[in-house]
Nanobody, 122 residues
Framework: QVQLVESGGGLVQAGGSLRLSCAAS????????MGWFRQAPGKEREFVAV????????YYGEFVNGRFTISRDNAKNTVYLQMNSLQPEDTAVYYC???????????????WGQGTQVTVSS
């Protein structure tokens, strides 16, 4: 079983930046695809970004438009999401998750963190 703990959320003004972190337990972190998702009130969970086991491949949701960067440090069992040029519509709870294969679909992810709130004020 994998446990995930997100951190780094908070309140930021439009145009600002945040860096989310997700620390994973266990010794098999480097074997897993890692993803970030978000969920705003009243909306479905939305794919944000995914990174391969080695970190060599990444993919983003269409709304990202080059503003976010996903990365990972397998030595630290941690995945990151650097978010720049944040807008009020980015306000949501952000979750990291673990999958055994490359995917942008939430249903294919097996373990989830508790989420971290990101609020962007206008």
């Amino acid at each position: 079983q994998v446990q995930l703990v997100e951190s780094g959320g908070g309140l930021v003004q439009a145009g600002g930046s945040l860096r989310l972190s997700c620390a994973a337990s266990g010794r098999t972190f480097s074997r897993h695809t890692m993803g970030w998702f978000r969920q705003a009130p009243g909306k479905e969970r939305e794919f944000v970004a995914v990174i391969s086991q080695s970190g060599g491949s990444t993919y983003y949701g269409e709304f990202v438009n080059g503003r976010f960067t996903i990365s990972r440090d397998n030595a630290k069992n941690t995945v990151y999401l650097q978010m720049n040029s944040l807008q009020p519509e980015d306000t949501a709870v952000y979750y990291c998750a673990v999958a055994n294969r490359w995917s942008t679909l939430a249903v294919t992810y097996d373990y989830w963190g508790q989420g971290t709130q990101v609020t962007v004020s206008s």
